[in-house]
């Protein structure tokens, strides 16, 4: 049986190698470890493995598991990513239950974060989600509309903006995969070009999963978002 921790220690060999292969220091890469349906309990069995930074798609889901861990007396403080698409209706549990929140692809989004954020916890972070790739219908902003979206979350004082997020769809070749990483890339870098109040924490290119982290890599992701590549294969079976 392969656990989740050896399953860990692989998915790290692996961010290390990619690093290696394009000149990049291995402390330059989060690893996001996306937990969405698995229980509590593979949480805590990565983070007593040394895992601390945990991404979730489902909001109701995510709140659930993170009050469950929070109630396990041997497992240290985590660090919640929010990675799945936002409705108007649920910004009030991710502004009151997560750290992070990688998917804000609207002004309206960000201003009810903002408005919902309590005063007591610490500004939520935040990346912009930006489509590449898709049509219309797909989620992020167009890289048109990303500078704009930026200032205006920059100008939110309970937003902390960190930068760009984004799930390009599959391509035929490594080639063109690539290229269409490099398109979010390019995005990061076109709005640090453009400066502005609020970009002091501008270091944030959530980009690649289990199936492109290593080309991410090399285009210059700062954070891999790894599912079954730590807890294995999902099974939405008994999901509503
Ligand atoms: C599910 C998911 C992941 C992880 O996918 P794997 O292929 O299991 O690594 C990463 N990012 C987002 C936005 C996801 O929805």
């Keep these: 049986m392969t656990t989740i921790a050896s399953k860990l220690q692989s998915v790290r060999a692996q961010i290390t190698d990619a690093c290696q292969k ?3 220091q291995p402390t330059e890469v989060t690893l996001l470890a996306v937990s969405k ?19 979730e798609n489902y909001i109701q889901e995510g ?3 993170i ?15 929010c990675i799945g698409s936002i409705q108007s209706n649920k ?18 989004i960000a201003q009810r974060l903002d408005a919902q954020r309590p005063e007591h916890l610490a500004p939520l972070q935040v990346c912009i989600q930006v489509n590449v790739d898709g049509g219309e219908t797909k989620s992020g902003c167009s890289p048109e509309e990303a500078l704009a979206l930026a200032q205006c979350i ?5 937003l902390q903006l960190r930068g760009v997020m984004s799930i390009p769809d599959p391509q035929p070749s490594h080639d063109a995969m ?12 076109r709005i640090r070009a453009a400066g502005g109040v609020g970009l002091e924490q501008w270091d944030t290119v959530s980009l690649g999963m289990t199936a492109d982290m290593q080309t991410a890599i090399a285009a210059g992701s ?5 599912g079954s590549g730590i807890f294995g294969a999902r099974d939405y079976s008994s999901q509503a």
């Design 37 to 55: 349906t698995f229980p509590a309990e593979a949480v805590r069995e990565a983070a007593l493995a040394g895992q601390r930074a945990f991404g």
């Design 154 to 158: 920059a100008a939110l004082p309970r």
């Design 63 to 65: 709140v659930e598991k």
């Design 222 to 226: 700062t954070m891999v978002r790894v």
């Design 22 to 24: 394009c000149g990049r």
């Design 178 to 189: 690539l290229a269409v990483h490099r398109k979010v890339v390019a995005v990061f870098d």
């Design 67 to 81: 009050a469950a861990v929070q109630a396990m007396a041997d497992v240290p403080p985590l660090q919640w990513h």
């Design 91 to 108: 910004t009030k549990l991710v502004a009151q239950h997560f750290d992070w929140v990688h998917t804000v692809d609207r002004e309206k």
